[in-house]
């Protein structure tokens, strides 16, 4: 069908925003600015011009806004407006409570950006002034710009997913900074131990055999030298089946015990660093078992939305994987393309181009820093499993012209495992390579429907 019209696709994409975004912010309703705090709660209400017509701080919780509410109601109808549209910075937790106060009396609701207030309020009068009156009247003027967004809707189970995930993300800051205290204190007092395994945090013959050192014998490696090979092999066996394991790696045990008689490192802070070293296994050990069970819950979830099935069709990318990206993203039906999935993230390449010049092009790093990470740390499982992304990498860092880097290559895969997700999720097909590749789907060959 021709495009006799002249708009292109991003044309339309936007129109249909503005139209979604007008029908909740409608030129009949007041806005209501409320720059949320923790005890003051400074509320404005405006007309679609800027002009205020009440304004009012209320002493209470965000919890208590009802009564804010209520009266910016009143003063809206009073100005002649059928009703309001309440508008805030989605910051902290606050603006979710208000969100359901305002759902509660049938009120629209929709966020600011807080990059949007800071970026207006440096043009309001050059002074970069920022106090709870202004940033309130900026809110509300920014909504009647329609410069907002409709925030996610309440689901209890997406939800139960993204909070999952916050706690999965905790975990996993805390199990990285935990293996870097252990490597640095391992450095400081016995590096030679370090040199005992390839990847030493890896390997679970080489944690048994710490734990043991540093449980039956305090840190004193004359005591373990003492206890002999033997006997050692024999407690690392009983700790490596106590963790769930089958037997250990007798060589990498071994290496410990021949490195019990290294002097290099700080030998007088040994054995108090190797009680600390013993402190933090423990608590390495303990983040491992509450990571694993918080990813059996995550998978749980995605089994619960039924969309297990699918997002394990992308070959490469596991259920903990996708779980991950989606407690991110939220229900990617929401999302009206993938391409703004993809901006969302913060994936998107950002152009520049002006008459003949042509800049070069980087990724805009906005939107959600987390559904970043997520995806980039997808793209290790699923570059070197999926045919599909192993040989767009391989062009991607090979061709001739524009020739990207092995990080930027591998940011373009992100980016397209958050829109095959996005494709999987919101048609219910199963992925297919050939529609990965080509973008068009054989006649001969039909695409499996999920259950």
């Avoid at 009143?74 to 902290?92: D, K, M, N, S, Y």
């Avoid at 979710?96 to 609701?109: C, E, P």
């Avoid at 990847?199 to 055999?209: E, G, I, K, L």
């Avoid at 840190?219 to 407690?235: F, I, K, N, P, V």
Wanted: one cysteine or more.
């Amino acid at each position: 069908m021709g495009n006799s019209s002249g708009l292109s696709r991003g044309d339309r994409n936007r129109n249909a925003r503005l139209a979604r975004l007008r029908a909740l912010v409608p030129v009949d309703n007041a806005i209501v600015g409320i720059d949320l705090a923790d005890r003051k709660q400074m509320v404005v209400v405006t007309d679609h011009d800027s002009k205020v017509l009440a304004r009012k701080t209320f002493r209470c919780r965000a919890w208590d806004l009802g009564a804010a509410l209520d009266w910016a109601g009143q003063r809206a109808v009073t100005a002649g407006f059928t009703g309001v549209t309440v508008a805030c910075e989605p910051t902290g937790h606050r603006w979710r409570v208000l969100g359901q106060l305002a759902a509660d009396r049938s009120m629209a609701f929709v966020c600011v950006q807080p990059s949007m207030t800071s970026w207006s309020r440096r043009a309001e009068d050059l002074t970069c002034d920022k106090t709870d009156e202004k940033d309130a009247v900026l809110i509300a003027r920014l909504t009647a710009q329609l410069r907002c967004y409709v925030p996610e809707p309440v689901d209890e189970t997406w939800g139960r997913l993204r909070h999952l995930g916050a706690r999965r993300e905790q975990l996993l800051v805390e199990m990285v900074s935990q293996i870097q205290q252990l490597r640095a204190l391992l450095e400081c007092v016995w590096p030679a131990a370090l040199d005992t395994a390839r990847q030493p945090f890896r390997s679970r013959t080489w944690v048994a055999t710490l734990s043991v050192i540093c449980d039956r014998d305090g840190g004193d490696l004359s005591r373990t030298r003492r206890l002999g090979m033997t006997r050692l092999e024999q407690a690392v066996r009983r700790e490596i089946t106590r963790r769930g394991g089958q037997k250990p790696s007798l060589r990498i045990a071994r290496n410990v015990f021949n490195a019990l008689d290294d002097q290099a490192g700080v030998v007088a802070h040994r054995r108090g660093a190797l009680e600390r070293v013993q402190l933090l296994l423990g608590d390495w050990i303990e983040n491992q078992r509450r990571l694993t069970d918080t990813e059996d819950r995550m998978t749980a979830v995605l089994n619960e939305l039924r969309l297990t099935d699918l997002v394990t069709s992308i070959t490469g990318l596991s259920a903990v994987g996708a779980a991950a990206i989606l407690a991110q993203t939220g229900d990617p039906t929401r999302f009206t393309t993938a391409r703004a999935l993809v901006k969302h993230a913060g994936l998107a390449p950002r152009e520049k181009l002006s008459g003949t010049f042509t800049g070069r092009t980087k990724l805009t790093g906005q939107g959600r820093p987390s559904l970043r990470l997520a995806a980039w740390r997808a793209v290790w499982g699923a570059q070197r499993a999926n045919p599909v992304y192993a040989a767009r990498y391989r062009h991607l860092t090979s061709r001739d012209d524009n020739k990207l880097s092995p990080t930027q290559a591998q940011a373009a895969i992100a980016a397209a495992i958050l829109r095959h997700l996005h494709a999987v999720i919101t048609t219910g097909r199963r992925w297919d390579p050939h529609t990965a590749t080509h973008g068009t789907q054989p006649t001969d060959t039909p695409i499996p429907v999920a259950a």
